[in-house]
């Protein structure tokens, strides 16, 4: 079966076995390996990607079910602002994050963030509670999510007042 | 041996989605497939050879509401729901939502899916069974509204060429709502009741547990016993609402553990204690 889609910016077309698992047709066909599969049965959130702005996960989703809509891998999304301000905010909260958990860690934080200013403790364990990285249960994980929040929200301001 | 891949049918609307029904009633309703995919960790795969897909039917993902109630189309993403908001969703239907899983998780599974798993009763059925919720079947040139109780009853669930197509919850004004989902392997429950008073008075109440697998744990008796009761409840009306419980858990799920048996009634004990006049 033929199907297109938009990958990270680029229209691409592929011709695959329709009920293959876009995770599996991102790491093999187009070589983006920051999607790690780890569960197949939508667990573990190390898969993550997003389509059409909303977080989902690609090992639960057949080719089919991608024609025409819009996908964004983790290596489409780290270029942008908004993935640079949550990898700033773990970062200066001392939570280094391993490159195979970032899909399954930047995607739902930016969610979070796209819907609220102030993370509050509610969010925040939602987060983790899903979250299948050990060090997730950290205090510098918390603090991670708190710090891009206020990095996110200072650049809302800025891009206010001009 | 090279194994023959589905065929797909992806109608863009619902005229085109009944018509390919019609002459596919065999093929697979597919919608967010997070149940469909949920244990099957083949690399590939292996689904019927026709599958229907419903995600790209705008019909099938509106949702809409009147003064009564609020009207969801089957393909309607749980997330989506949720985005309606907790002062318009009913407390404990937005607890149950929630509560499947990841907002992840959530973008792809859909309310109709949720109802239309045969097998087991998944997280929405046992708060919208309390609700009077209704269904909407649709076949080429038919459409019917079924409570929610008769669309489980029903064998099949979905007669030849018929697709769920919407969800209708009334908007009732229960001012006490609880959902509790306890998660512990085989003996896993999930619990809801709801209830409206009027002053001292208990002027409406039903609840439900679920088990894993179809079971579903009601007692017309029990909740008809408790209607009109002053609040709070005497001792006497609390240990005969628990009685006529056990009765019925004794009844008809003798082989639920005993520990899942005291849990139930337990649960079901501190409801009755926390029912008090507004
Ligand atoms: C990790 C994980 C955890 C989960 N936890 C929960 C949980 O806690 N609670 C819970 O309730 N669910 C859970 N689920 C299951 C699932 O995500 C939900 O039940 C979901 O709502 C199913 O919706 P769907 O759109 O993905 O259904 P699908 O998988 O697409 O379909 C489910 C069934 O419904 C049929 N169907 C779908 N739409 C229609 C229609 N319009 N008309 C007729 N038949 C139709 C399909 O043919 C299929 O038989 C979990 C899944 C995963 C992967
Ligand atoms: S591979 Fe684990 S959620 Fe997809």
Redesign the pocket.
Known sequence: MRISFHLNGRHVSINTIPERRLADILREDYGLVGTHPGCY???CGFCTVLMDGNPIYSC?LPAFAVREKTITTIEGFLPTREAQEILKGFQEAGCLLPEYVLASVLFPVNSLLETTDIPDEEDIEEIIRYCHWGPSRSMAFREGIIIAAKFRNRRKRRGKRK | MVRESSHIYVPRNLGELLAIRKIRPDA???????????DNQEKVPELPRHIIY?MDIDE?KRVSRTERYLEIG??VS?NRILHVGKHLLPRALWDALK???PPA?LN???????L???KER???YHVLLLMDVKIELRRTGSSRWIPLQRFIDLEPL?ENGE???RIRIPFTSWDFQIYRRLQDGKDGLTYCALASRQKEVLSAFTFSFGALGPHVIRSREVESALLGRKLPLTERDKQQALLGLRQTVERSHRDFSSFRKDRILSIFSSTLDMLIPE
Not at chain 2, 109 to 114: D, I, S
């Open positions: 049965k939508g667990t639960l | 697979l309703l597919f919608a967010g497939g997070t149940y469909i995919l949920k419903l099938l089957a393909a749980i509560g499947i899983g998780l792809q599974a859909t309310l109709g899916g949720n239309c798993v045969r998944m997280s929405a979905i697709v769920v197509t």
